[in-house]
């Protein structure tokens, strides 16, 4: 159970009001640990996956200069209604309508299969808000950066070539949010590339 205090009169102020704005985004943080506590990463290291979490917040903070506390709280909290189940109510209530709205524009429908789920992600890139983009970008950014550095141990080689192409698919619907994301999107789909290839010649040497 998380202990995280309701949204109320005062909670959600402008970003720039430094000390609100420093507790919103704690208190993302705080959620967001609480209730993925018990998640890893799928790669050989079993990373918490709050790491995940924190580098997508980073890459929105980077990317608003620090400037949207709201939409990095929603970065913290990308994935809480799709892998912990929790509903976008208790997000609007704890946070506010804003950053729960942010939160379900990137949030799959887990009612449809995943081949469906991963069309409607790139149908719907071009038609999501301006913010929404920011924040879809570094969340691909950061799983081709991990998809490079510490990839899915079951994963063969053409799934992760499948993903790096399917990622770009969704980024091209995109263009235009944050041109600073498209460019470390852009290298860490390289990177993730130079990374498969390299495993591929591995195995085949043997």
Not at 2 to 11: D, N, S
Request: aromatic share 4%; net charge negative; charged share 25%.
């Amino acid at each position: 159970m998380t202990h995280i205090l309701p949204a109320g009169p005062g909670t959600l102020l402008p970003a720039d009001a430094e000390g609100p704005a420093l507790m919103l985004v704690v208190r993302a943080l705080a959620f967001a640990t609480l209730r993925h506590t018990d998640q890893r990463r799928k790669g050989k290291r079993a990373q918490p996956y709050v790491n995940h979490l924190v580098e997508v917040a980073l890459l929105v903070s980077e990317a608003t200069q620090g400037r949207d506390a709201p939409l990095v709280a929603a970065a913290l909290l990308h994935d809480v209604v799709e892998d912990q189940s929790v509903t976008a109510a208790e997000i609007e209530a704890t946070f506010g309508a804003d950053i729960a709205a942010l939160v379900m524009e990137v949030t799959d429908d887990k009612a449809l299969d995943k081949a469906e789920r991963k069309r409607v992600q790139v149908a719907h890139a071009p038609h999501l808000t301006p913010r929404a983009k920011v924040l879809k970008l570094a969340d691909k950014t950061a799983n081709l950066r991990s998809l490079a550095e510490d990839p899915p141990e079951d994963w063969p080689l053409a799934r992760a070539r499948a993903y790096v192409e399917w990622s770009r698919a969704v980024v091209a619907g995109l263009k235009g949010a944050c041109p600073a994301l498209e460019a470390a999107f852009a290298a860490a789909a390289e990177e993730a590339v130079a990374a498969i290839e390299a495993r591929a010649a591995q195995a085949a040497a043997g």
